[in-house]
């Protein structure tokens, strides 16, 4: 078992990849009630044109596949419902599916072996029939419904879709009522043993419990189950174009008053999880720094009337061929070209940044420590920076390393001449 | 983890002293009888408050400040209790312990500065400081509509009884009459009228954090004011609807309770609300969603200092009068429940009390509603939960009336 010591909080997290290939991640914090589990595939919505596990030729499968299957599992081919046995040991269970992942996971303070097994046996047990896949179609739209009727849910998939030509990215994780109602048990069991192999998968476990113990009783729950070879998993991944689909929209929403999103959007050709992760960084600080806390931006627009009563930017990064950054802009607004116009003005400003920098510094050095006082926080370091970047114990050293003159020399790659622009607006009676 | 109680300047102080966090952290309590006004000014008041203070006269130089203090965070709420209302201040920061710097003073210091030397010249609120947060309460209030959840909750709480606490919501018409001098008037109001008390939490020297901060206060009142809400019962039940642009409808049926029992309200409801609609294994969730796939989600939840329950469900409009009878149905089949039910929820209910001892935040809340409601502590109160039996909660469905029902209608 590897032990992987992080600096300055002193703390310590187990690492064990088993036999089968799944890789098990222990995180023991004294005193804590709660105990964590996540069982993990690196699956998500943009994984949608593979060759299946078996075949030889690709196939695209329709959107929202992998958010249907994370519905699917939760399915029982017995008497007891999965949230019932779950409950019966006073768990709380459920799961998510984002672009590139989906996760199950579940929290108790008692009975955490018996709730582990059932965790890693439920979603290691899949049960599609057609009746079963036929029934969730309408709670599933039901959910696409719901998360549309949100107005600022729907401006930032649409202004994704709009900015993004190849990327897998460019479609919402839940997909489209056309493309779920397309979906088969067949499609099911394709993604399911293409993407499901424990070797694609990742089981991370925090609070106060015995990590040997742990570790033991997951080997024994896998040397019982045969899994066929491992085989890499042959994806087509696409480069990014640097244009936009659209580049001005509207649409009709739920809004009281006029709602109006645009995004930049910039290609670059980062290598390393340590240099994306980095230049993420700094990128979110520079935007902070000119559009956030300690910014007088958004008041000066509401002073000015440009905005009505709110601003707000943040920056999304999107990992294909090559590593394309949105950084979105939303605000209640009827004049979204003057607001336009203000935050290019903006974007010029270097003022004070030496200053801001190293206040910023401060913000991830505090923001780490918080880090390992939650267990969720704690867990979802570790799933970001173990699982989706190699740099658990790196972190730190990067943040405190980080430099003003990298700083510098990373916002100096910025353009902003490509954007896309979206206007959500009220029915007209 | 130990509670340590004392009271300091005058002031009643709770210490949860415990290492398991990296972090330290307070909350300040001014506690008052609520009225419908009040609920607009206390809003109006907590932005304009957390925005900025004498001291660090903008946002922009408040928001400086907690980052030279590694990101030592403040922020205010205002609660609605039954026949109460609370303005509350929060303060946390990383102990010092985890960092090269020394912030408790400066960060405790901040904190004061914030609730008790505010942003006033002449007995009124600097006015840019209040234009602005005018304007975003404002757009607030009438984006209420934006939710349609809330805004079923809001109109079904307007029908089931719109002047008591549980429907004063934040108005436009009383956010229209107020002005820097009418919410400074509420600043003091809330100084001088309210019963104070402070919580602390993590592992550091709280007396002297304690002292610090109460030093302030020269005005400490003690209400005796029920907290629990009487209702008025209504002889038919009630509905409206309204259409909104919004494709998923939401469905939301509101439940009086009458006559319960001290006892049945803190322990038998609970239950009775868990097994009707708390959870993936509730009846609501089971029948609603799995068995007739209606809704995304089903659920119920019960308010005890207003005496009242709701079951809401997210639907497609068509479904409205299936859903309805479905819920009704649900709601009348708890004459009858299960030993396995009443299990499943006695073991959620134990969970929840055992995992709030790891969140800060939690125990800061839970500490305060126990002395607010007068209620079991902890461990008292866990150990009734378990003895509850399938007839209290069979016999306290007979006290459940249905009062009312809202449909917010997707109409996209």
Redesign the interface.
């Given at each position: 078992m590897e032990k992987i010591i992080l600096p300055?909080?002193d703390e310590t997290i187990y690492k064990e990849v088993l036999d089968n290939g799944l890789t098990i991640y222990i995180y023991k914090k004294p005193?804590?009630?709660?105990k964590y589990a996540y069982f993990q595939t690196k699956y998500g919505s943009i994984n949608n044109v593979f060759v299946p596990h078996g075949k030889k030729e690709y196939r695209k499968v329709p959107l929202g596949i992998a958010h249907f299957l994370e519905h699917k599992l939760f399915e029982s081919n017995t008497d007891e419902?999965i949230?019932?046995g779950f409950?019966?040991?006073?768990?709380?269970?459920n799961a998510a599916t984002s672009y590139n992942k989906t996760y199950y996971y579940f929290?108790?303070?008692?009975n955490f072996d018996s709730c582990l097994i059932r965790l890693i046996d439920f979603v290691q047990s899949p049960y599609f029939t057609d009746e079963n896949v036929e029934?969730?179609k309408?709670?599933i739209n039901?959910?696409i419904?719901?998360r549309?009727?949100?107005?600022d849910g729907y401006l930032y998939k649409k202004i994704v879709e709009n900015a993004l030509l190849k990327s897998q990215y460019k479609y919402d994780v839940g997909g489209t009522k056309q493309e779920v109602g397309k979906i088969t048990k067949e499609d099911l069991y394709e993604c399911y043993n293409t993407f499901y192999h424990p070797s694609n998968m990742y089981l991370v476990i925090a609070g106060d419990i015995d990590v040997n113990h742990t570790i033991n009783i997951i080997k024994n729950n896998q040397s019982k189950k045969a899994y066929k070879s491992t085989q890499a998993i042959k994806q087509k991944t696409f480069k990014e174009p640097d244009e936009v689909e659209v580049k001005e929209d509207k649409k009709?929403?739920?809004?009281?008053?006029k709602k109006v999103g645009f995004a930049y959007k910039m290609n670059f050709d980062l290598k390393t999880d340590e240099e994306k992760y980095k230049f993420s960084s700094y990128l979110n600080c520079f935007f902070r720094i000119l559009f956030g806390?300690?910014?007088?931006f958004e008041?000066n627009l509401?002073?000015d009337g440009i905005v009505?009563?709110?601003f707000d930017s943040f920056m999304q990064r999107y990992d294909n061929e090559n590593t394309t950054y949105l950084v979105f802009f939303v605000a209640?607004s009827d004049d979204e070209e003057l607001l336009r116009k203000k935050v290019e003005e903006k974007l010029k400003d270097r003022s004070n940044l030496k200053k801001m920098f190293e206040?910023?510094k401060?913000?991830l050095?505090?923001?780490f420590?918080?880090k390992?006082?939650?267990?969720e926080m704690c867990v979802s370091y570790i799933r970001t920076f173990g699982i989706e970047y190699d740099l658990l114990d790196k972190y730190y050293d990067i943040i405190n390393k980080s430099n003003y003159e990298e700083f510098i020399e990373t916002i100096n790659k910025l353009h902003f001449d490509t954007y896309t622009k979206l206007v959500l607006d009220?029915?007209e009676k | 983890m130990d509670v340590i109680k004392k009271v300091i300047n005058g002031v009643k102080v709770t210490y949860i002293k415990t290492d398991k966090f990296k972090s330290i952290a307070g909350r300040l309590h001014f506690r008052s009888l609520i009225n419908k006004e009040k609920v607009t000014k206390r809003m109006l008041l907590r932005d304009i408050m957390i925005d900025n203070c004498k001291r660090y006269n903008t946002n922009q130089k408040l928001n400086l400040n907690c980052l030279e203090n590694y990101d030592a965070t403040y922020y205010a709420s205002v609660y609605q209790d039954g026949n109460y209302i609370t303005s509350s201040f929060t303060f946390s920061f990383i102990n010092e312990r985890f960092i090269d710097d020394k912030v408790t003073d400066s960060a405790i210091n901040t904190f004061c500065e914030i609730v008790f030397n505010p942003n006033v010249n002449n007995d009124e609120f600097d006015k840019k400081t209040f234009d602005l947060c005018y304007k975003k309460a404002e757009e607030g209030i009438k984006r209420r509509k934006e939710d349609p959840d809330a805004y079923c909750f809001y109109k079904l709480n307007q029908l089931m009884g719109k002047d008591k606490p549980y429907a004063f919501e934040a108005d436009l018409d009383v956010l229209k009459k107020q002005s820097t001098k009418s919410i400074y008037d509420e600043y003091k109001d809330m100084i001088n009228d309210s019963e104070v008390s402070l919580y602390l939490v993590g592992d550091f020297d709280y007396e002297s954090v304690a002292k610090e901060i109460t030093k302030h206060i020269k005005m400490n009142k003690d209400y005796d004011e029920e907290i629990i809400v009487n209702n008025d019962f209504k002889k038919k039940m009630v509905s409206d609807e309204c259409k909104l642009n919004t494709s998923a409808s939401v469905l939301s049926v509101g439940f009086k309770c009458k006559d319960l029992t001290d006892y049945e309200r803190v322990y038998v409801m609970p239950i009775y609300s868990n097994i009707l609609g708390g959870g993936s294994t509730s009846r609501c969730f089971d029948q609603i969603r799995e068995k007739n796939s209606l809704a995304y989600y089903a659920y119920s939840s019960y308010k005890k200092v207003y005496g009242i329950m709701y079951i809401y469900a997210g639907i497609q409009k068509e479904n409205k009068d299936k859903t309805l009878n479905l819920m009704m149905d649900i709601q009348k089949s708890m004459k009858k429940i299960t030993k396995k039910e009443l299990d499943i929820a006695k073991k959620e209910i134990d969970t929840t009390f055992k995992r709030l001892s790891d969140g800060y935040i939690k125990l800061l809340s839970t500490y305060y509603y126990i002395d607010i409601m007068n209620e079991d502590d902890i461990e008292e109160k866990m150990k009734k939960f378990q003895k509850v039996t399938i007839k209290e909660v069979e016999a306290v469905h007979n006290k459940i009336l249905k009062d009312a029902y809202f449909f917010v209608r997707g109409d996209k």
């Open positions: 300055k909080i005193g804590f009630q709660k419902s949230f019932e409950e019966k040991d006073g768990a709380y269970v929290n108790t303070v008692d029934k969730e309408g709670i039901q959910e419904d719901m549309d009727d949100d107005p009709t929403h739920n809004v009281v008053s806390e300690t910014s007088d008041e509401i002073k009505k009563s709110y209640d206040l910023y401060k913000l050095i505090a923001s420590v918080r390992f006082e939650s267990l009220k029915k | -």
